[in-house]
């Protein structure tokens, strides 16, 4: 027996935990790349930057200029590490990760909750300070990073597979394949016109967005250090293995919606997602022939708007 | 590592000879054996294991409901099996009482045509509840829990200090301070035989399925006013320990006089509520209507038998602390028995003599309103300034029923380990009674220590601290 409350919050923990990884890699991946870029090519190094507002939408008070004196970095740092009053920065998905376990404990073990409330002291004890360098300021997400990898350890090895679980894995793979999506809408028009991955430079930009959804090492087993682009772009959206191609994160979710009881007819949640699962799986081709891939993406994320408020609707408000 | 000495207290500790007692000899003896650096790295450790794990509470009034962590002393607290057996059947003595005279106040009234206790000080309590007069909860239970706080005046005699039949918190630091201490000071444990307390979840669990409405249906559940509550954490834990849903208000909803929790798959029945919520916020339609912590028809529906509720509805008249004046009469009025334990002596307002000798005497005397609890609203007269004293007086003229004295008791002191030495510091006691089947006593306590030197006072909300509390296994024979 599951209380709704209680599925709610889960299923929040499960979005919250994944953002604020996903906001932190997006970060250090691009810190990485900006410090590589800085000096060959400013304005690439900017346009790194200027991505992560389309990959983290909601993200506010990020800074807009580019001043090489200052450091790059560090504002940047502030705000999507940092700012409490910034709705998406590791920091607040951390706390409002951790203000709904403290809601639900009796439904966590205690090894998540620790971790958990842990990984939050950590980074409520680095905001006191502004950071000194952005050196410090990698350290720092470094061990956020890592702070939040041991708390979905932590669950992967204690929580109970139940309903809680389901609906914290349903959270956490709609807020993934939200981000692969958001990512490759951000990058892909930056790198339409640039096809030649033999240029250092552009290389080095299609590493990274690998590397921003957390897939270099998989996609490289599977096709080799070459990267190309049509290539790189199929893997993200089809790849039946990559835990964060959309098509693996639609299967998840249509997995898991497949666990919870199923009390509605008409548009629920299972229907929405099953269907634009259906499309990526067969229609592969056509989305692929289009020269332009974001209108596509845009309805995925729209679609998986859809499904949340579905999902709102089906088990949370009986 | 030295120790100092109480003063003309009872010293729980050391003999009037500068020896350990009996109970405390291989104790002291293994704390003296740890260097002072070792004592200072372990208490560390420990206060970062209570940040981590979140063990805190949220004092009313803060800012912002800042968390804090209750601070541990990790000297244990020491009761040898003679003296626990004393006080364990004073306690069920005591509660059986306590149920039997809310019983009847509900229902005959015996106790107040007989004029064991005058009916206004009964009735006219904001605790008794008229709606529920002639509902009598399910096995005569009306306090499934009960922490009555006890404190040992300066010849070591026990005494109550108070009853709490509403929800007393205080068990989960009861159960937390043994697995803190466990992990920090394992080496003190092998010394003596102390009394495992972990299976108190079991305990509560099985008083609250003893209730059920539905035999052997019984689906529990822990109803807690949210998160901002300062007992949320205690909330949260028991629910955990006990495997059962921990619910707010707006979990529930009440159908054809029966209850239902709202789940992912639709609405299930529940039978027993074990509420941390006062009751004045259970129901709205019933009594205060503001409350959005509550469940609409609550009450209907423990009316119509439909669900147990722990503690009842109305079991906090009990506690009154103008009541308490009177329990070692309604002890021998309801069972025939002389009380086993020791109270302290009470001067009720009500009472015209009473209160002439309370006003007379303030300079002598603690004072106290019936109505808070918490060391709210309390004279320490003897500790007092002339002025507090003159304006305490004031506010005693307007409503004489609103208060009770007591003399002060010298609270007795136990070593306790601050600022890197240990130092006599006064304690209480809260053991916790449960009431199932029969009416049992967790073996341990909460014993709460007031850190500031001279305080008597060991309210968390007023700077207080706990220790864990090991009571003896008796000895085999």
């Known amino acids: 027996m599951m209380l709704a409350r209680v599925a709610d919050a889960l299923y929040w923990i499960g979005r919250y935990l994944e953002r604020a990884e996903n906001v932190a890699r ?293 | 590592m030295r ?113 064991v206790i005058p009916w206004e000080l009964v009735l006219s309590r904001k605790e008794y509840k008229r709606e529920l007069r002639g509902v009598v909860p399910p096995s005569e239970i009306f306090t499934h829990v009960v922490g009555t706080d006890l404190i040992r005046d300066d010849a070591g005699e026990y005494r109550v200090l108070e009853d709490n039949c509403r929800s007393p918190s205080g068990v989960s630091y009861v159960l937390e301070n043994r697995a803190l201490l466990n992990r920090t000071f394992p080496e003190l444990f092998s010394q003596l035989p102390v009394r495992p307390v972990g299976d108190y979840p079991s305990l509560l669990q099985g008083a609250l399925r003893f209730v059920a409405p539905r035999w052997g249906e019984g689906r529990s559940v822990v109803l807690t006013p949210g998160i901002f509550n300062s007992a949320y954490f205690e909330h949260s834990f028991l629910a955990r320990e006990m495997g059962v849903p921990l619910v707010e208000g707006r979990d529930l909803v009440v159908e054809d006089d029966h209850v239902f929790v709202r789940t992912t798959e639709g609405r299930r029945q529940v039978d027993v509520i074990y509420r941390r919520i006062d009751d004045d916020f259970l129901d709205p339609l019933c009594f205060r209507r503001d409350s959005q912590l509550g469940v609409p028809g609550l009450i209907d529906a423990y009316r119509s038998g439909n669900v147990a509720i722990a503690n009842a509805p109305g079991a906090g008249v009990a506690d009154d602390k103008a009541t308490y004046a009177y329990l070692p009469d309604l002890i021998r009025f309801y069972l025939a028995e002389e009380p086993r334990l020791e109270q302290v002596r009470t001067w009720v307002g009500f009472r015209p003599d009473d209160f002439a000798y309370m006003i007379d005497r303030l300079e002598e005397l603690v004072v106290k309103t019936t109505g808070d609890s918490g060391g709210y609203g309390m004279l320490l007269g003897p500790l007092a300034t002339r002025e507090e004293r003159a304006a305490y007086r004031e506010k005693m003229l307007e409503n004489p029923q609103g208060y009770v004295a007591q003399p002060l008791i010298e609270l007795s002191s136990h070593a306790t380990y601050l600022g890197g030495e240990f130092v006599p510091r006064r304690i209480d006691l809260r053991p916790f009674i449960v009431y199932g089947d029969r009416v049992r006593v967790l073996p341990g306590g909460l014993t709460r220590v007031a850190l500031r030197e001279g305080s008597y006072v060991v309210n968390s909300s007023q700077g207080g601290g706990s220790k864990d509390t090991w009571v003896l296994e008796e000895p085999e024979a």
């Open chain 1, 26 to 318: 997006l970060v250090l991946v691009t810190s990485e790349i900006s410090v590589e870029i800085e000096g060959l090519d400013d304005d690439v190094s900017q346009a790194e930057w200027d991505s992560l507002a389309v990959a983290v939408p909601g993200a506010q008070n990020i800074p807009r200029d580019f001043s090489p004196a200052t450091g790059l970095a560090l504002p940047y740092l502030e705000a999507l590490l940092l700012d409490e009053a910034n709705p998406v920065s590791v920091r607040c998905s951390l706390a409002r990760a951790r203000e709904n376990a403290r809601g639900v404990r009796e439904a966590l073990t205690r090894e998540v909750f620790l971790t958990l409330n842990e990984a939050w002291r950590d980074l409520e004890r680095l905001a006191r300070e502004p950071l000194a360098s952005p050196g410090e300021g990698f350290q720092a997400l470094t061990r956020v990073h890592g702070d939040i990898l041991a708390v979905l350890g932590a669950m992967e090895h204690t929580l109970s597979r139940d309903a809680g679980w389901t609906f914290l894995k349903l959270g956490e793979a709609l807020e993934r394949t939200r981000r692969t999506a958001l990512v490759l809408r951000a990058k892909l028009p930056q790198l339409g016109g640039v096809a030649r991955t033999d240029l250092p430079l552009v290389y080095a930009r299609w590493r990274s967005l690998l590397r921003s959804v957390a897939s270099l090492e998989n996609f490289r087993r599977e096709h080799g250090a070459r990267l190309d682009p049509q290539q790189v772009v199929r893997f993200l959206l089809f790849d039946r293995h990559a835990p964060r191609s959309i098509f693996c994160g639609m299967a998840r979710m249509k997995n898991y919606l497949a666990q919870l009881p199923q009390r509605r007819n008409g548009d629920g949640a299972a229907r929405i997602v099953g269907r634009l699962l259906a499309r990526i799986e067969f229609d592969d081709a056509q989305i692929l022939e289009k020269p332009d891939l974001t209108p596509f993406l845009d309805e995925v994320v729209a679609r998986l708007a859809d499904a949340d408020a579905a999902i709102a609707r089906e088990f949370f408000f009986t």
């Open chain 2, 3 to 115: 120790f100092a000495r109480a003063g003309r207290e009872y010293d729980e500790v050391f003999a009037g000879t500068g020896e350990p007692r009996p109970h405390y000899r291989e104790l002291v003896a293994a704390l003296q054996a740890l260097p002072a650096a070792e004592l200072a790295r372990r208490e560390q450790l420990q206060q970062i294991s209570l940040l981590n794990q979140g063990i805190t509470f949220a004092i009313s009034g803060d800012q912002g409901g800042i968390e804090r962590v209750f601070p541990f002393d990790f000297v244990p607290r020491v009761i040898p099996a003679d003296e626990w057996r004393r006080l364990e059947a004073g306690l069920v003595q005591r509660v059986t009482a306590l149920n039997l005279f809310l019983r009847d106040i509900y229902t005959e009234q015996r106790c107040l045509h007989e004029g």
